[in-house]
Structure formats: C-alpha cells, structure tokens
T-cell receptor, first 114, second 116 residues
Framework: AQSVAQPEDQVNVAEGNPLTVKCTYSVSGNPYLFWYVQYPNRGLQFLLKYITGDNLVKGSYGFEAEFNKSQTSFHLKKPSALVSDSALYFCAVRVNTGGFKTIFGAGTRLFVKA | EAGVVQSPRYKIIEKKQPVAFWCNPISGHNTLYWYRQNLGQGPELLIRYENEEAVDDSQLPKDRFSAERLKGVDSTLKIQPAELGDSAVYLC??????????????FGPGTRLTVL
C-alpha cells in the first residue's frame, strides 16, 4: 500500500536551534513529495515539493527538505527555528492511481520555545 | 490574489440534520478537492473535480454525502442526515488542474463541523 508516515506526534525545539520534522514514505514508482503547514484555524499552506532533480529542496519561510531515496525519507529542516514556526506540519505523497491522488501523513506538531 | 474561500467557518448542528458547505476556488483553477480532516489526523480526500466532472469520489460516503460543482467553479458539499462521526474539519482545495505530479493544491481555511 502506498503511504506516508510521520513518526513523531510532536517535536520540541528551542528558538534559534535547528529543527527536523521527519517523514518516510512507501510508494511504487517515483515519489512526488510535499510539505504543508497548518496554523490554528487556518487551512494547509504549501511549503515545498520534490518532483525530481536536486535532493535538497528549498521552500517558503526558510524551510528545506532533503529527499533520500535509499532511506525513503523526506525530512523537513530549518537551520534556525522561530517561535512563529510553531504549527502543525504535514508530509504528503502524490501517487498515481489512475489519476493523481495526494495522501497525507498524520501530522507533526512543532513547538518552538523562546 | 484571493485564496480559496469557504463558508461557513463553523457549524454546529444536531444529528440527523442536514448541513451544507460552500467553496469558491482560486480563479482559473480547474481542479477542486474536498477533504475531511479528523482531529489529530491528516486530510483525507472525499472527492475531486476536474471542471464540472467528479473524477474521484471513491472515498465519498454516498449514502449521506453529496457534492456538486455547477459551472465548474464553486462547489457545495452536503451531508444529509449528519451523524455524530461526521464532526470534523472539511477542507476545500483547488489547483490549476495540470493533472500530474506538479499540481500544487491550495487550501481554504476549512469548515469546522460539530454534530451534537
């Protein structure tokens, strides 16, 4: 079955420190991977995506993600966390099931403390 | 540019009552999605439209849920009758409709439904 997993329900990091939010996937064929962020009472906002090419993808708000094919991972990273980064982060994979469908992970809550 | 608009933002109803949600996608976006997001989970696709056509409604509980996208722009999602388990956030999203891996979805703020 094609799926995406976010192994951590919550990640805590101090402001100014680097952050990593983990994501692993299981798909047949080439993976198309996305990260979204959700702030309270708001819809999901697109951060970045990997389709092909460079394994390090840069996105909005200083976030980046590294595609690792051998480990089937697509971890979200930021060199220096901000309190305002505190939100819910979703990893997603786009799969072709006779038409493309996006499957979302369960989400990881990031808490950045001042 | 305006984003995806949804209304209402919040809705509280008693079980067995009907409810409807409305979505206005980003101008020019041909593809429209309805997702349901349960508490503590990621969004799950209910239905996807390409223009007026529902091309993927395999996850839509058709006994009580219905959707339409007349004229290929705005869309309405209806539940009749609502059950307690329908309490969730209903998200609408739209995309250009390239129909391929490059198609990025843009989400509305959602409608939070509470069924009592």
């Amino acid at each position: 079955a094609q799926s995406v997993a976010q192994p951590e329900d919550q990640v805590n990091v101090a402001e100014g420190n680097p952050l990593t939010v983990k994501c692993t996937y299981s798909v047949s064929g080439n993976p198309y991977l996305f990260w979204y962020v959700q702030y309270p009472n708001r819809g999901l906002q697109f951060l970045l995506k990997y389709i092909t090419g460079d394994n390090l993808v840069k996105g909005s708000y200083g976030f980046e993600a590294e595609f690792n094919k051998s480990q089937t991972s697509f971890h979200l990273k930021k060199p220096s966390a901000l309190v305002s980064d505190s939100a819910l982060y979703f990893c997603a994979v786009r799969v072709n099931t006779g038409g493309f469908k996006t499957i979302f992970g369960a989400g990881t809550r990031l808490f950045v403390k001042a | 540019e305006a984003g995806v608009v949804q209304s209402p933002r919040y809705k509280i109803i008693e079980k067995k009552q009907p409810v409807a949600f409305w979505c206005n996608p980003i101008s020019g976006h041909n593809t429209l999605y309805w997702y349901r997001q349960n508490l503590g989970q990621g969004p799950e696709l209910l239905i996807r439209y390409e223009n007026e056509e529902a091309v993927d409604d395999s996850q839509l509980p058709k006994d009580r849920f219905s959707a339409e996208r007349l004229k290929g722009v705005d869309s309405t999602l209806k539940i009749q009758p609502a059950e307690l388990g329908d309490s969730a956030v209903y998200l609408c999203a739209s995309s250009l409709g390239q129909g391929d891996s490059l198609d990025t979805q843009y989400f509305g703020p959602g409608t939070r439904l509470t069924v009592l």
